[in-house]
């Protein structure tokens, strides 16, 4: 079901300069947003201290001012949300719902069984129970179990349809790092509760994140967001666009004098079919 009012988001990471893959992203949500008359918010997720960079904040509002897309009411900037973040957090320990890891990268390597080359090693939990802070560096992690809710997650994608997948594909996720800073799965549930996004717009390489966000849902008492993952952008032999690749970017486009506009209506003729498929069919209600 199309979510009334229809709330989409784009949440891009300043840790590199955008490229079509992005532009592709924003596009969908901006135009999913058009065709239900709703809105198109924008979140620059900066809280990642160590790679976020304010240049690259610039560029995403660059970029996007030349793609012609323009965001509904206020910027998120994620970083400014840690007052809240930290309560959410706190409000989780206080439910005895959170646990003090010591493991490093390493130690969880060890405890699971040989992982394959760029698999992720679900954390075996080795720290479970530890409900106090530790004087070593420690990370926090939510107990799964503990939240007696199903791990099981189901629901509707509007481009993909029915679907299932474990909240504990990764293990107990960390919601706060060793250093301090809020991890990814607290940050964005939060800021799309926040934000009152109905519709999270994002690439299918985010759809393993989608069980476990809707289980934090679930704790923080938010509402469950509908979905739709977009397929990636392919360059013309057929491989993901991504920024080790070193894709084209938008900002060398538009330095390059390349209309934004023309890129803005490309793009919304390859999303046009995913969103007809969505119901939300955009060539009547937008000037393409
Ligand atoms: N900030 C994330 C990224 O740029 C996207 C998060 C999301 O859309 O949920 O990869």
Same mark, same amino acid.
């Not at 250093?179 to 990814?184: F, P, T, V």
């Given at each position: 079901m199309v979510p009334d009012p229809l709330i989409s988001r784009f949440a891009p990471s300043p840790t590199g300069l955008l490229h079509m893959g992005h532009a592709f992203s924003a596009v969908v949500g901006w135009a999913a947003a058009q065709a239900?008359?709703?809105?198109w918010k924008l979140r620059i997720e900066d809280i990642d201290s160590g790679r976020a960079r304010p240049e690259f904040t610039a560029a995403i509002h660059d970029d996007l001012h030349?793609?012609?897309?323009?965001?509904?009411?206020?910027?998120? +900037? *994620?970083?400014l949300g840690r007052p809240r973040h930290l309560a959410l957090l706190e409000g989780l320990r206080a439910?005895? @719902?959170l646990y003090a890891c010591t493991c490093t990268r390493a130690d969880i390597a060890r405890a699971a069984s040989a992982p394959h080359a760029g698999e992720t090693v679900p954390y075996p939990g080795t720290c479970r129970g530890?409900?106090?802070a530790p004087a070593a560096p420690h990370a926090w992690r939510l107990?799964?179990?503990?939240?007696?809710?199903?791990?099981?997650?189901?629901?509707?994608?509007?481009?993909?349809?029915?679907?299932?997948g474990m909240a504990d594909n990764g293990g107990d996720p960390v919601l706060q790092r060793k250093?301090?800073?809020?991890?990814?799965h607290l940050a964005c549930v939060a800021d799309d509760a926040r934000q009152g996004v109905t519709l999270v717009t994002r690439g299918v390489d985010l759809v393993e994140?989608?069980? +476990? *966000?809707?289980?934090?849902?679930?704790?923080?008492?938010?509402?469950?967001?509908?979905?739709?993952?977009?397929? @990636?952008?392919a360059d013309d032999s057929g491989r993901r666009l991504a920024k080790r690749d070193h894709a084209a970017t938008l900002a060398s486009l538009r330095q390059s004098g390349e209309s934004g506009e023309a890129v803005r209506l490309?793009?919304?003729?390859?999303?046009?079919?995913?969103l007809a498929t969505a119901g939300l069919p955009i060539s009547a209600s937008l000037p393409i």
């Open positions: 239900a008359g709703g809105q030349w793609l012609g897309l323009a965001p509904d009411g206020e910027v998120e +900037v *994620q970083s439910r005895g @719902l530890r409900t106090e107990d799964l179990a503990a939240t007696g809710l199903p791990m099981r997650q189901h629901w509707h994608d509007l481009a993909t349809g029915g679907q299932s250093d301090g800073a809020i991890a990814y994140a989608t069980p +476990v *966000q809707r289980l934090l849902q679930q704790v923080l008492g938010f509402a469950e967001a509908a979905t739709l993952h977009h397929p @990636l952008l490309q793009l919304l003729q390859k999303a046009a079919p995913l």
